[in-house]
């Protein structure tokens, strides 16, 4: 049984810093494509970011709207996935979700239903 479970969520200051994490279990975590979503209140589940590994090594891919902002990275002996989120806005107030995938699609890898096993969320506020 595959489990995905998101930690890290909180409440933060406009211009603040945060940092997710992501623990998986119950599959082989080096092969999976992983990556983070989020969906704020009223608004249609958007990818953030994904990482791959088993392909073409830690290549990341990242939605306009974090890039350069956000920092995804990942730890394969721990089977961890990070995501580093700085200069946050009151735009990025969100349930954050971790997601895993068996493949890496272009032209978009984080689409959201390329993503086999999910985890619940967490949530991150932020205030401005």
């Known amino acids: 049984q595959v489990t995905v479970v998101e930690s890290g969520g909180d409440l933060v200051q406009a211009g603040g810093s945060l940092r997710l994490s992501c623990t998986a279990s119950g599959l082989t975590f080096a092969d999976y494509v992983m990556g983070w979503f989020r969906q704020a209140p009223g608004k249609e589940r958007e990818g953030v970011a994904c990482?791959?590994?088993?392909?073409?090594?830690?290549?990341?891919y990242y939605a306009d709207s974090v890039k350069g902002r956000f920092t995804i990275s990942r730890d394969n002996h721990k089977n961890m996935l990070y995501l580093q989120m700085n200069s946050l806005n009151a735009e990025d107030t969100a349930m954050y979700y971790c997601?895993?995938?068996?493949?890496?699609?272009?032209?978009?890898?984080?689409?959201?239903?390329?993503?086999?096993?999910w985890g619940r969320g967490t949530q991150v506020t932020v205030s401005s």
């Open positions: 990482i791959s590994w088993k392909w073409n090594g830690g290549t990341t």
């Open positions: 997601a895993a995938s068996s493949k890496w699609e272009l032209p978009n890898p984080v689409n959201e239903y390329h993503y086999n096993y």
